[in-house]
């Protein structure tokens, strides 16, 4: 036979679901997840039986932990010994365990995640608790299997007393699986199994009277009722675990944050770390000093803070920044009949109390057979003594012992077992004292046969023996919750002077897109005027805002997109620096651009409004509390039609008049109110009724009769008219015509369009930006007072072939 004919084929997407499916099947049922009844994954089931066996007992000495790593890779569990030494680490871990089931001796790792010394170092033996664990394990009480080599048994699962697996919790990973319950306080665990085994049906609100939620070995504060309900009612839910803390007020005005308890599986130097370099890195200005000061008395972790910091305000950020406040999900899957299931509270409970059923049930059915063994014989010993001369003389004249015991038999109808014992019975049993002894006992072992019976007869009693043994375990191991529960969740508010020291500034944003934050020192320093700042060749600031780092700019674009920047996230520039580009402080796409700035101090603010006029007329306007955002990216502002985009966006308090001016010259002046309010994407409604080749190419805002409206066309000609000139009308309208275009062949042409538009109320400086790229600046004064339909003058000498671009007014300092 050739090498190739011993081989099958096979596919191999056959060959490796196969091996993976047996391999998952391993993993989840052997591995990772523990069993509903005793609360342990296979590891740790077999650490413990190990060191039972091996009388490693709460009441022996201390013994090598590398002994009991060895008994159990080389009967148990063939894997390597860190696997097994870690789960045992675990097991003596007083900060991860509700209870340690394995009392150690030695150095056991700590809360700074410091890990054990190794094996062969440390020593151990069982706690007292685990031996509630193991408590009737040789009365048959549950199923024994061979080992991986068939040279021993070890037990399927542990008799567990206590209901484990809710009490010390658990968490691992599988294949499709994991698992994650919490420690549970002993009383309140052990009270909800009697009460559910006192009524079955009890309802999940009844037992969460009684289990409130979870209690972790560190304690802590754990916030969420919901996640808590949810949890014990599907096994899946959210809380949060919050450290307890306390502020303390020091000499001089000075303040700390004292730290007592830290959330469950947090690491404490991990922990110290990162508000260490919160303070290293001035994230929150405030803090002094971070110290841990853990010892004999406890864990304490010491903020200290400067002279007049905003204690509340810092222990938030740290709160919100920090593991000092985490979430905890539960995901309370175990082993229910060799499968994993998703189990609720009380899911968890029956299967412990069916557990404890057969446990009682086959340990009372084990005492019972030696009990009525016991009778059996005792019942022969009294019987032999009323008989004992002939018993004597039999036994005299048999051969041997064997002839004793077969001649007892037939004679007196003995059974074989009581044969023997009267065979091995010692002479001194034979005085009066002791025969009377054996019908007292004969008598209390009928009366334990006759309870233990009555206990199998009866399931009642049954599960009176059961609450019995486990409120003697409540009262002998049950300690006082250590976590504090609160139903509400509650939210974290930072004020952002926490993290940010207030500061007025100047915020400037350039015509080519260049942003940056000035200090009001740099800006003195530099001469203290707009001229000087600091700008690319060819490019002029556009608006300089005079805001404070711990306000929020609501930078809205042409697309009708908008994106909220906290100041004190502006890069810091020097005056005369350029700054930086906007996209790289905010993502602006590439075809999109900035019109409009916005700064706001209180997003709650009463009575104010975002409005914005698109190119083809539509005027909308959103409360300003819409616009409040966590978010750094793009957030649609408002709905835009096809072709149409934003030319102008403004704050208002809905009090004033609002002019729209088309490029043909139409002139539009309605009352804001006209506007309702509209949520923050809706589209708006018509400002103006415009031709079909018309634009709108400026929105300004305006109230009473004073001041002048100054128009401009791309060849640089300029009117003002008086306020008073353009009527109030409704809105939607056609509006009047504020402009007249001079045409024809022999006349000088004032211009095609017009390209802006101001409401003067004193002298501004208008800057104009060519085609060409050329910068002109103009007074508003130059340009005449006319009557609202004039032809204007040139105020600023432009050549028909490089016509103005963009015109806007510069900002005064």
């Not at 972790?301 to 905003?310: S, T």
């Not at 979430?327 to 509270?345: C, D, E, H, S, W």
Request: overall charge neutral; charged content about 30%; aromatic content about 6%.
């Amino acid at each position: 036979m050739s090498i190739l004919e011993q081989f099958l084929p096979a596919f191999l997407e056959e060959v490796v679901g196969d091996r993976f499916g047996r391999y998952s099947k391993y993993i989840i049922q052997d591995r990772a997840i523990p069993d509903v009844r005793d609360g342990l994954k296979p590891v740790q089931r077999r650490i413990l039986y190990a060191m039972y066996d091996a009388g490693n007992t709460p009441d022996k000495q201390y013994r090598k932990s590398a002994k009991t790593v060895g008994d159990v890779m080389g009967n148990y569990h063939p894997h390597g010994d860190s696997s097994i030494y870690e789960g045992m680490v675990r097991m003596a871990q007083p900060w991860k365990m509700g209870h340690v089931l394995v009392d150690g001796h030695g150095n056991w790792g700590s809360l700074d995640d410091d890990p054990a010394a190794a094996m062969r170092y440390t020593e151990a033996r069982l706690s007292n608790i685990a031996m509630e664990l193991l408590r009737d394990i040789e009365k048959r009480t549950v199923l024994f299997k061979d080992n991986f080599d068939n040279s021993a048994k070890e037990p399927v699962v542990l008799p567990a007393r206590y209901p484990n697996l809710l009490v010390n919790g658990v968490s691992g990973i599988s294949a499709g699986f994991a698992t994650e319950i919490p420690t549970h306080n002993l009383r309140e665990v052990i009270d909800a199994c009697i009460a559910l085994m006192e009524k079955p049906d009890l309802a999940l609100e009844d037992l969460m009277k009684i289990v409130r939620g979870p209690d972790f070995p560190t304690g802590g504060l754990i916030m969420g009722e919901e996640g808590i309900r949810e949890a014990y009612q599907t096994g899946k839910g959210r809380i949060y675990i919050r450290s307890k803390s306390f502020i303390d007020d020091l000499k001089g005005g000075r303040q700390q944050i004292v730290i007592t308890e830290i959330p469950y599986q947090v690491v404490k130097a991990r922990l110290v770390t990162a508000m260490e370099n919160i303070r290293l890195e001035k994230r929150v200005e405030g803090i002094a000093e971070v110290r841990d000061e853990s010892g004999r008395n406890g864990l304490r972790i010491v903020v200290e803070l400067k002279k007049d910091a905003d204690a509340q305000g810092i222990l938030a950020y740290l709160l919100k920044k920090t593991d000092l406040q985490v979430t905890y999900n539960f995901n309370m899957v175990a082993i229910v009949n060799k499968t994993p299931r998703q189990l609720g509270l009380k899911d968890i409970l029956s299967a412990y109390i069916e557990h404890q059923r057969e446990v009682v049930t086959y340990r009372t059915k084990f005492d019972l057979e030696k009990a009525e063994d016991r009778a059996h014989v005792v019942e022969g010993l009294v019987k032999a003594l009323n008989l004992l001369d002939e018993i004597i003389a039999t036994i005299k004249a048999s051969k041997n012992r064997q002839d004793a015991q077969n001649n007892l038999v037939e004679k007196f109808t003995f059974s074989e077992r009581q044969a023997d014992a009267i065979l091995t019975l010692q002479l001194y049993r034979l005085t009066n004292l002791e025969i009377t002894s054996l019908e007292k006992e004969l008598k209390e072992v009928m009366k334990r046969i006759a309870y233990l019976r009555s206990i199998l007869d009866s399931g009642k009693k049954l599960i009176g023996v059961i609450k019995e043994e486990l409120l003697e375990i409540r009262e002998k191991y049950g300690i006082d919750r250590r976590s504090d529960i609160q139903g509400e969740v509650e939210e974290l508010k930072v004020n952002l002077e926490v993290i940010v020291p207030a500061e007025d500034v100047f915020v400037t944003l350039s015509h080519d897109g260049y942003i940056k934050r000035t200090s009001k020192l740099s800006f003195t320093r530099s001469g203290g005027e707009l001229g000087n700042a600091g700008v690319k060749e060819g490019d002029v600031i556009r608006s300089l805002l005079d805001v404070n780092t711990i306000d929020q700019l609501l930078l809205f674009t042409r697309k009708g997109q908008y994106y909220q920047l906290p100041v004190h996230l502006i890069p810091e520039f020097k005056w005369k620096d350029t700054g930086t580009a906007v996209v790289n402080v905010v993502p602006i796409p590439k075809d999109d651009s900035i019109v409009s700035i916005i700064p706001v101090k209180d997003f709650e603010e009463a009575e104010r409004s975002i409005v914005f006029v698109t190119r083809r007329g539509q005027v909308k306007r959103t409360e300003l509390k819409e616009y409040k955002s966590t978010r750094s990216t793009a957030i649609a502002a408002v709905k835009l039609g096809e072709g149409d985009e934003v030319i102008r966006v403004g704050i208002s308090d809905n009090s004033k008049e609002l002019i729209l001016v088309s490029s043909q010259g139409m002139c539009i002046r309605f009352a804001e109110n006209e506007v309702n309010a509209m949520g923050r994407v809706a589209a708006g409604v018509r400002g103006i009724q415009l031709k079909d080749e018309d634009e709108i190419i400026a929105a300004e805002w305006v109230s009473g009769d004073e001041g002048e409206v100054l128009v401009l066309t791309e060849l640089g000609y300029a009117k003002r008219s008086l306020l008073l000139e353009y009527p109030v009308q409704g809105r939607g309208g056609k509006g009047v015509a504020t402009f007249e275009f001079k045409e024809g062949k022999r006349v000088r042409s004032n211009g095609e369009k017009l390209i802006g538009a101001f409401y003067c109320k004193e002298e501004r400086e208008l800057v104009f930006i060519t085609a060409s790229g050329a910068h002109l600046t103009a007074s508003t004064e130059k340009a005449p007072i006319e009557d609202r339909k004039s032809t204007g003058k040139s105020i600023a000498a432009v050549d028909k072939k490089d016509i103005i671009a963009a015109v806007f007014a510069r900002t005064d300092v």
